[in-house]
């Protein structure tokens, strides 16, 4: 039940994604919710110390379908949405009852689709 309603979310809300495996040329694509990470959720790329509700502008946290877990690509790959670049910095797979809900992960910019 939760699993169709988010699977459903990602596809009418995400946006269209190109993750490019560390040394290959073969792009996968998927659809996913790609959003800025706040302060308080830094905790997982080891950051410092920010106010509350401040938002850096490096880190954002994806969430994907299940059946594609970034955690399968190599080190270095990375994720194209918008134009923006962005690398794959740690994935994790959120479980209920045995089975995988969805795919998340946090991102680091390398370059902002608006850059030249």
Not at 75 to 88: A, D, F, H, R
Request: aromatic share 12%.
């Amino acid at each position: 039940m939760y699993r169709d309603l988010i699977l459903r979310m990602i596809n009418r809300y995400g946006r269209k994604c190109e993750i490019t495996p560390f040394g290959d040329e073969r792009k996968v694509s998927v659809k996913a919710i790609v959003n800025p990470l706040l302060s308080k959720n830094k905790l997982y790329v080891g950051g410092s110390y920010l106010p509350d509700g401040y938002f850096d502008g490096g880190h954002y946290l994806y969430i994907g379908d299940p059946k594609v877990s970034l955690g399968i690509f190599p080190v270095g790959s990375t994720l194209k949405v918008s134009g923006s670049t962005y690398l794959i910095k740690h994935t994790e797979q959120y479980y209920i009852d045995e089975r995988p809900l969805y795919s998340w992960a946090i991102l680091q910019l390398q370059k902002r689709g608006d850059e030249q």
